[in-house]
């Protein structure tokens, strides 16, 4: 299953496949034994259009960010496959894999911490093509500074420190090392999660015109929905390392079928003062269980507001729930209907 619309197989470009990433947990001292398995993502499917936006969303701890890792090659996948334009780059070695990290970039949460204090902003961004060999050394500087201009960066400041800069120009700085290599699919992993608003609006659009330019494919990683409405075409919810619902962008915002889902769009932020009035907000009892030891049956139904005898006790398959079109699906045994009220239902299931 996909975590979106189907698409033709020409114009996928990524697609994974019941991906599972599990890290041992290991005892300290002398006798180093495993001892459990933090079940970081576990059987995940999606297909990523070319020249489209997937946005992913759910609580800290859900594993969008080792899902994301997983697909990039940073970290080695348990099991499953990920297919890049149709070829299998799972679990590649370092060499061979080097070709796809061309077309693979990524831009991290942190523009502090992701890049190095002690080298200046024109070798951080060039540092792409003295890997990949391929810009000659006299020409780097010249391709460097075009794209310091290209992502709203003074070209003149090419020898500057990445402390000399602010949270926005910092993170123009990663949108640019991203680039370089004009790839094919730049993962996003909370890219805008640590500016201030007036500078996420624009390092977002930033974005989207590099997308319109280039033609490229994002996998946007997010806490806050209203951004992921705003630059995703299609959305994926996860919790705790499984898919919960996905679908075009609309019908998950407009009529989530999953209660998790439901429950984020209750507390995420709303532009409208009315509407945010309006709004009854879906309280969820309890923590977002361990992923040593997740739940039987459905892993949400601990603390859904819908949960009966046979959340606990059966996974609920990931389809499309009756009414819905066909790109909508969602895990879950009793989805939300139409005018419900969770917001009630929630109330009455807090102890």
Same mark, same amino acid.
């Given at each position: 299953m996909t975590g979106q619309a189907p698409a033709a197989s020409g114009d996928v470009l990524i697609r994974v496949d019941n991906l599972v990433k599990h890290f041992p947990v290991?005892?300290?001292?002398?006798?180093?034994? !495993?001892? *459990?398995? +933090?079940q970081a993502v576990d059987g995940v499917s999606l297909a990523i259009p070319r020249g489209t936006t997937l946005g992913l969303v759910g609580?800290?701890?859900s594993g969008k960010s080792t899902l994301a890792r997983c697909i990039a090659g940073l970290i080695p996948? !348990?099991? *499953?496959? +990920?297919h890049f334009e149709g070829r299998d780059i799972t679990n590649l070695p370092r060499q061979r894999m080097a070709p796809f990290r061309?077309?693979?970039?990524?831009?991290?949460q942190d523009p502090y911490g992701s890049l190095n204090p002690r080298r200046r902003v024109g070798a951080i961004i060039g540092d792409p093509f003295a890997v990949h060999k391929t810009v000659p050394a006299d020409e780097r500087k010249r391709k460097v500074q075009d794209l310091m201009e290209r992502v709203g960066l003074n070209p003149e400041h090419y020898n500057r420190f990445p402390a000399e800069f602010s949270g926005g120009q910092r993170q123009r700085i990663g949108v640019a090392r991203a680039l370089a290599l004009r790839p094919k699919l730049i993962i996003c992993d909370e890219p805008v999660s640590a500016l201030d608003v007036s500078i996420q609006a624009q390092v977002l659009n930033l974005l989207a015109d590099l997308q319109r330019e280039y033609?490229?494919?994002?996998?946007?990683i997010a806490h806050d929905l209203e951004v992921v409405r705003h630059v995703s075409t299609s959305v994926t919810v996860m919790y705790l390392g499984k898919i919960a619902e996905a679908g075009p962008k609309n019908p998950v915002y407009d009529t989530p079928r999953h209660p998790y889902t439901a429950a984020l769009l209750s507390a995420a932020l709303a532009a409208d003062p009315e509407a945010a009035a309006a709004r009854q907000r879906i309280i969820l009892t309890g923590d977002i269980?361990?992923?040593?030891?997740?739940?039987?049956?459905?892993r949400f139904h601990p603390r859904c507001p819908k949960a009966q005898e046979l959340c606990g006790r059966q996974e609920p398959p990931l389809e499309v729930k009756a009414g819905d079109a066909a790109t909508?699906?969602?895990?879950c045994h009793f989805p939300v209907t139409?005018?419900?009220k969770l917001a009630t239902a929630s109330r009455r299931a807090r102890p």
């Open positions: 290991r005892t300290a001292g002398f006798i180093n034994r !495993t001892v *459990g398995q +933090v609580e800290t701890g996948a !348990t099991s *499953g496959t +990920v061309r077309n693979i970039q990524m831009i991290f033609g490229l494919t994002y996998l946007f269980p361990s992923p040593i030891d997740p739940p039987s049956g459905c909508h699906l969602a895990a139409a005018g419900e």
